[in-house]
């Protein structure tokens, strides 16, 4: 693990959360994109030494629906910068560490990612972010 690229935070809404950020906090939103894979609509905020990333639910199906659904707004994960995500997730598993998926898949800005079960993170969702 390098660093912390980024702490996901499940809304119901971007558009009006974003003020929030953008107004009230006066941090910058770096971009907006839908991410099919993940059934999300992400923005990316920046706050100086991490990314927060806020996470919008495209249709129900969602994992962050569910989230919201059983816990509300707030934060989901918080995400690793690695590099070779396939030997990370090779090392984790070989250590006896769960994961949600044992094979990357796309996420936001092109980059691959993986989640660790939050049951092995001790009840915190940790996500491996690898932007090759």
Same mark, same amino acid.
Do not use: W
């Given at each position: 693990?390098?660093?912390?690229?980024?702490?996901?935070?499940?809304?119901?809404?971007?558009?009006? /959360?974003?003020?929030?950020?953008?107004?009230?906090?006066? =941090? %910058?939103?770096? *971009? &907006?994109?839908?991410?099919?894979?993940?059934?999300?609509?992400?923005?990316?905020?920046?706050?100086?030494?991490?990314?927060?990333?806020?996470?919008?639910?495209?249709?129900?199906?969602?994992?962050?629906?569910?989230?919201?659904?059983?816990?509300?707004?707030?934060?989901?994960?918080?995400?690793?910068? /690695?590099?070779?995500?396939?030997?990370?997730?090779?090392? =984790? %598993?070989?250590? *006896? &560490?769960?994961?949600?998926?044992?094979?990357?898949?796309?996420?936001?800005?092109?980059?691959?990612?993986?989640?660790?079960?939050?049951?092995?993170?001790?009840?915190?969702?940790?996500?491996?972010?690898?932007?090759?």
């Amino acid at each position: 693990m390098k660093n912390v690229d980024h702490i996901g935070i499940a809304v119901t809404s971007i558009e009006e /959360v974003l003020p929030f950020y953008t107004e009230t906090l006066s =941090l %910058k939103c770096i *971009g &907006i994109e839908d991410v099919e894979s993940e059934n999300v609509k992400v923005a990316f905020i920046d706050a100086g030494n991490v990314r927060l990333e806020l996470l919008e639910p495209l249709n129900e199906s969602s994992a962050i629906a569910k989230f919201l659904e059983s816990r509300g707004q707030g934060i989901h994960h918080i995400a690793f910068d /690695v590099n070779n995500i396939e030997e990370r997730i090779k090392e =984790l %598993k070989e250590k *006896g &560490i769960r994961m949600i998926q044992d094979v990357p898949k796309p996420g936001a800005h092109g980059a691959q990612v993986a989640f660790l079960h939050p049951k092995a993170g001790h009840g915190v969702l940790y996500e491996l972010c690898d932007k090759g």
